[in-house]
């Protein structure tokens, strides 16, 4: 504030009085708040000491852009190319959303690997999810 700077009071009001009254209507919405990691680490730095980089690498880094909707996953999400070749394939939003494919195994497997870790500290703990697919059942039964 200018009084502040020019380190001079006025008579009508405080210094501090001023500050207050600036300051009343700051939302908590405007409060900035760390969305980074409680350490200050990033995942893949976590990933590498614990071993497990080549899962980040694996499955994170693509996942990702789906959860920050970055530009690849909304294109490959929702658009389809234009199929006139005077708009040179431009893309346009798809009226049938495309099925993608399934992540259930993919989720599967990483689970597996967790349940897997626990049970290296509680041993008796030896469940793991199988696959209960019907088409994958019907496939090995033909």
Sequence with gaps: MKLKELGEEISSIEIDDIDRLANEDKWIEF??????????????????????KELYDKYYVYTSGYMH????????????????????????????????????????????GILECLSEAYPKLDCRLTQSDKKEQEKSES
């Excluded at 900035?32 to 000491?49: E, F, M, P, Q, T």
């Excluded at 999400?77 to 399934?102: A, E, F, G, W």
């Design 69 to 112: 909707s970055n530009w690849g996953a909304v294109r490959e999400s929702v658009y389809q190319k234009c199929v006139n070749p005077l708009h040179r394939y431009h893309r346009i939003p798809t009226y049938d959303l495309p099925l993608m494919p399934s992540v259930t195994s993919d989720a599967r497997n990483i689970t597996n």
């Design 31 to 52: 409060t900035s708040i760390n969305l980074g990691h409680w350490a200050s680490v990033d995942l893949r730095k976590i990933s590498d000491d614990v071993g497990l």
